[in-house]
């Protein structure tokens, strides 16, 4: 059974950058699609990013342009690259199994304005 951690999390000022990691412990993780997404304050949580097996990327339109999900098959793990952020993309960011009910623990991302 495949286990996911993210990492990465943190405070920064509007405009700044952070990249988070999502760890992928278990079986093949090269054969599985892996999705971003995240909870902001109060709210529910929303699709961020998409990954495919063979690196093809789907972004949600708040983010596109800004952030970029990528992986490295050889370490099993999945990466987001968030620029240029804003104060509306704090929340807790979970990496998650395409089409599972497999997620991580989350890391929080505070930005302030």
């Known amino acids: 059974q495949v286990q996911l951690v993210e990492s990465g999390g943190g405070l920064v000022q509007a405009g700044q950058s952070l990249r988070l990691s999502c760890a992928a412990s278990?079986?093949?993780?090269?054969?599985?699609?892996m999705n971003w997404f995240r909870q902001p304050p109060g709210k529910e949580r929303e699709f961020v990013a998409h990954i495919s097996w063979s690196a093809s990327t789907f972004y949600a339109d708040s983010v596109k342009g800004r952030f970029i999900v990528s992986r490295d098959n050889a370490k099993n793990m999945v990466y987001l690259q968030m620029n240029s952020l804003k104060s509306e993309d704090t929340a807790v960011y979970y990496c998650?199994?395409?089409?599972?009910?497999?997620w991580g623990q989350g890391t929080q991302v505070t930005v302030s304005s």
């Open positions: 998650n199994i395409h089409g599972t009910q497999t």
């Open positions: 278990g079986r093949t993780f090269s054969d599985y699609a």
